[in-house]
């Protein structure tokens, strides 16, 4: 992966200057250690969706590109709670994602190693069972109703804009749920685009190869 318009220790520092400005507290210089010691982490998992993703410059990574920016802060909180432990940078990390981006999104939820965000303000997602290529517009939400029963996503789920998916939900591949329309305690059968009509959901066959249009597959 080519990373454009930073070295590595500028990214680094780059990161460090804005929790700094955001949280001008007295521990600029171990926030700087701590995104120093888990930025490789960060980058490397940036990789595969940076590889795929077909709306974004192939192979190449800039943090002045804002919906891949988002999803490395992401990566990047989620890998300093995974390998130091460190709640307060993870936790100032997931704010000036918040502040940046509109993208909620908690350190400690994981999301699968290929997901794509096309436009980021307003996604706010709970702890679920997530996979790979996995789309999200703005304004898309998962959440649950009860603490232990969570949204299951299988591969190739999209969430156009304003489309939420809550509680007990079994999410099947290649499931498209079409912009505005709420998935609640219900599962898909996969292959689908999923609709609302008359409070019932309606399963359509595709017109094309949906995924084919994010992914490079």
């Known amino acids: 992966m080519e990373i454009l318009h930073a070295t590595r220790g500028e990214l680094a520092d780059y990161v460090t200057r804005q929790l700094a400005h955001f949280f001008p507290d007295a521990h600029t210089n171990q926030n700087g ?15 595969k969706p940076v590889a795929v993703a077909k709306l974004w410059p192939l192979g190449k990574f800039s943090h002045l590109h804002s919906n891949q920016y988002a999803v490395f802060l992401y990566f990047l909180a989620n890998s300093i709670w995974r390998e130091q432990q460190n709640e307060v940078v993870a936790s100032k990390l997931f704010s000036l994602n918040k502040s940046l981006h509109g993208l909620e999104i908690f350190y400690a939820i994981e999301l699968p190693d290929i997901f794509y965000i096309p436009h980021s303000p307003g996604i706010v997602l709970s702890r679920a069972h997530y996979a790979d290529y996995f789309v999200l517009y703005q304004n898309t939400t998962v959440g649950r109703v009860q603490p ?70």
């Open 33 to 47: 250690a701590v995104v120093a010691k888990s930025l490789a982490t960060a980058l490397q998992r940036m990789e």
């Open 148 to 217: 232990d029963l969570l949204p299951r996503f299988e591969p190739g789920v999209v969430l156009y804009p304003n489309s939420v998916v809550i509680g007990n939900c079994h999410i099947r591949a290649n499931s498209f749920i079409a912009q505005g329309q709420a998935v609640i305690d219900a599962d898909t059968p996969g292959d689908c685009v999923v609709f609302n009509h008359n409070g019932k959901l309606i399963f359509k066959p595709p017109s094309f190869d949906i995924l084919s249009y994010f992914f490079k597959i």
